[in-house]
């Protein structure tokens, strides 16, 4: 899989500072070294609280019909 890193480096420059990114376990590194952002969850799990339910909740935001869900989820 071929990753675009110019859309993460544009991350820097078109995301406010402080904003924490929802996005895919396989994006989130990329998210914070090129985007210079938080993520909510990536695949470095170490000292990292209720991982099941934040991966459970990405899934959720990912797939739901509804609005309110994700938007209650984020």
Known sequence: MEVD???YKGIDFN????AIIIAPISSGHYINYFGKRKNVIDSNF???ENVEQRIDDVRTIYTT???????TLA
């Open 15 to 18: 995301i406010e500072e402080g």
């Open 5 to 7: 890193l110019e859309i």
């Open 65 to 71: 019909p509804f609005y309110t869900t994700s938007i």
């Open 46 to 48: 170490l000292m990292l």
